[in-house]
Structures are given as structure tokens and as C-alpha cells.
């Protein structure tokens, strides 16, 4: 017990990060573009005393709620299968969930992944394409293995257009088979030509009626924290 007690005055106290103000603006510079996100809405949330008037990071990530696009209380793994419980609110109803978009780049950068059509193409390509059953499912091309055919997910192809060109986005997703163990969540990547950026994103399998919905409400976040100038002047 002495020595416990010893420890115990000795050992510093651990002390959780300060964060800053969910409204708070953190200006951060891709290179390609600057950004001007809440901190509330980042799903990587340096302490507060980490930002700078302006951060240069490569890429950043993001969260936000469904149906209404409010920001996350809680961030990275806390947000668990995309249902948290947040202090101070009513557990999540059945129609919301979180969305995250991860990794948000510049889609011309070296060692950016291919554009999303390419992507579904190259994963049916591991199995054969003749071994899939197609069809238009919520507004996207769905792909599924065949009974009695190899396959651990299934893929979705979606592409939409936002008035003239190249204001569009296209996206693939996949979403794994019954029995793997990340089998609640489906993931792939979302390209929008308009800001010439790509970027991860998930959302739980068991909405993805709502993807395209989800989606947009990502490209109208992202559009609103884009700044006119990408030239990084």
C-alpha cells in the first residue's frame, strides 16, 4: 500500500489533450487547395494547442451525421460502427448514422489511387466479370458474385452530375460478404471533379439506400470549406 502510494505522488497524472471549440475554423493547406473546416466536423482532431494558423497537412479526414450533416461529438475510433453515443444527446435513431471521409487529397498527387470507375473495374477483374450479376440497385450499379462463386464483397459503381462539367462525382464502394469480421461496414472512394479531389469513405452497410445522399452531403460540405484560391498563395 506504501508503495502504491509512493507511485502514485511520484507518477505525473495523465491529462487528456485539449480540444479546441467545435466551431472553431482550423485553416489547413493540401498543397493543392485550402481548406477552411470547423474543428468539429475533423474526425482526426489535433489538441488544440497543436494548430497553427495555417497547417500544412497532405490530406485530413472528416465525419459528420445523417440525415442533417451536424458535426460528431466524438471522433476517430470513438465513433465506433458509425453509431455513437455522444454526451448530451438521445441515442442515434434509426435513420441516423455517421459518415466518414478519410484522406482527402488532391486526385492528380503521386500515389493518389486510381479514379473510382477504374477501381470497380479492376476488382471484378480479380474474379471475372462473367462470374458477377449485375443490376441498378438505389442509384448505383450493383455487382455481386454468383451463388457458388468466389467473392468476398460486393461492389457499387455510382456516378452523378452536378450541372455542367466537370462539376461531377463518381464513387465505388464495396461492402464485405456475410461473415468477415468488418462485415457492419461498407467503404470505397468518392472522386468530385469540381474540386479535383479523392478521398475515402464509409458509411454502415445496412445504409446504403442512403449512400448517394451521404455522398452528396459530402461534396457540399467539402465545397463549402474550399477556398477560391488553389493556388496556396
Known amino acids: 500500500m506504501a508503495i502504491a502510494a509512493l ?5 505525473p497524472r495523465a491529462t487528456r489533450a485539449q480540444e479546441a471549440p467545435a466551431e472553431q475554423v482550423v485553416v489547413i493547406d493540401t498543397g493543392q487547395r485550402v481548406w477552411r473546416v470547423p474543428y468539429g466536423y475533423l474526425s482526426i482532431r489535433p489538441p488544440a494547442e497543436a494548430l497553427q494558423p495555417v497547417n500544412h497537412w497532405r490530406q485530413f479526414s472528416f465525419a459528420f451525421w445523417m440525415p442533417d450533416g451536424r458535426p460528431t461529438r466524438t471522433a ?4 465506433g460502427w458509425l453509431r455513437p453515443g455522444e454526451p448530451g444527446r438521445a441515442p442515434p435513431g434509426p435513420d441516423e448514422f455517421v459518415a466518414i471521409g478519410t484522406n482527402v487529397r488532391a486526385w492528380d498527387e503521386p500515389g493518389a489511387p486510381p479514379r473510382p470507375g477504374q477501381m470497380f473495374a479492376n476488382s ?11 443490376r441498378e440497385r438505389w442509384g448505383l450499379l450493383e455487382a455481386t458474385p454468383k451463388p457458388g462463386e468466389p467473392g468476398l ?3 457499387y459503381l455510382a456516378a452523378r452530375r452536378y450541372g455542367e462539367p466537370p462539376h461531377d462525382m463518381s464513387a465505388y464502394v464495396s461492402c464485405p460478404r ?14 468530385l471533379s469540381g474540386l479535383e479531389v479523392l478521398f475515402h469513405f464509409r458509411l454502415p452497410k445496412d445504409r ?17 470549406w474550399a477556398t477560391d484560391d488553389i493556388s496556396n498563395k
Do not use: E, I
Open 76 to 79: 476517430g475510433h470513438d465513433l
Open 178 to 191: 456475410p461473415g468477415r469480421l468488418d462485415n457492419n461496414v461498407c467503404a470505397g472512394f468518392v472522386s
Open 153 to 155: 464483397q460486393d461492389g
Open 7 to 11: 507511485g502514485a505522488a511520484v507518477l
Open 124 to 134: 471484378l477483374a480479380v474474379f471475372g466479370t462473367g462470374r458477377h450479376d449485375y
Open 208 to 224: 446504403m439506400d442512403r449512400f448517394l445522399d451521404a455522398a452528396d452531403a459530402a461534396r457540399r460540405l467539402l465545397a463549402s
